[in-house]
């Protein structure tokens, strides 16, 4: 099992242009989530989704967009990319009823 | 919203020392987890505890779900350079029961001094 995978690893961003960061697991997991890291801070959830077609909103969601069309992907799309956005993007996914999430390598996004 | 105060923010040992670290919550969690974050990477589960009282043992690392459900504690004996990085509490409360959702501390850096 590769686990939780995210492309692209870097990305530079100018301001107003948008992108998509991709977010696969092969865990059969029903829950998933996508955070932000910004330096020295925690993690901050952004969008989690606890199965196919079903998503919610998390602590930071503004400026930010998802979808969940099967269990395996649930991709972050960001429409007009602003500075505040720049952080390290990291997805994570989980089993029904437990609380043990399994996190991706990480995106980091820079917007100039 | 929630909150989770994790102390030390850093910390500087020696090889061979023992570290102690804790994490203390606002709210009762149900669930208590600790992660360590290499340079570049994601966070990898460590320890996961859901009861309280609860002690549990992860080779070097020992962890703790407090007695009143709003503190956690992590400890690692006789550090080697491997432990470097940053640990993070997360927690999860009964009003996140099925989404699963958890709020992070925001994590204890340990560096070891040669």
């Known amino acids: 099992n590769a686990g939780v995978t995210q492309t692209p690893k870097f990305r530079i961003l100018k301001i107003g242009q948008s992108m998509t960061l991709q977010c696969t697991q092969d865990m059969n997991h029903n829950y998933m989530y996508w955070y932000r890291q910004d330096p020295g801070m925690g993690l901050k959830l952004i969008y989690y989704?606890?199965?196919?077609?079903?998503?919610d909103k998390g602590e930071v969601p503004n400026g930010y967009n998802v979808s969940r069309s099967t269990t395996e992907d649930f991709p972050l799309r960001l429409e007009l990319a602003a500075p505040s956005q720049t952080s390290v993007y990291f997805c994570?996914?989980?089993?029904?009823?437990?609380?043990?999430?399994?996190f991706g390598p990480g995106t980091r996004l820079t917007v100039l | 919203g929630q909150q989770l105060n994790q102390s030390p923010q850093s910390m500087f040992i020696q090889e061979g020392e023992d570290v102690s670290m804790n994490c203390t919550s606002s709210?009762?969690?149900?669930?208590w987890l600790w992660y360590k974050q290499d340079p570049g990477e994601g966070p990898v589960l460590l320890i996961a505890?859901?009861?309280?009282?609860e002690l549990t043992s992860n080779g070097r690392l020992t962890a703790q779900f407090g007695i009143t459900r709003k503190d956690s504690f992590l400890n690692i004996s006789a550090s080697i350079p491997s432990d470097v990085g940053i640990y993070f509490c997360a927690g999860r409360s009964e009003s996140n029961f099925g989404n699963e959702k958890l709020t992070f501390g925001t994590g204890t850096r340990l560096t070891i001094i040669p």
């Open positions: 709210s009762i969690f149900n669930t």
């Open positions: 989704s606890v199965g196919a077609g079903i998503t």
């Open positions: 994570a996914s989980s089993p029904r009823n437990t609380n043990e999430q399994f």
């Open positions: 505890l859901y009861k309280a009282g």
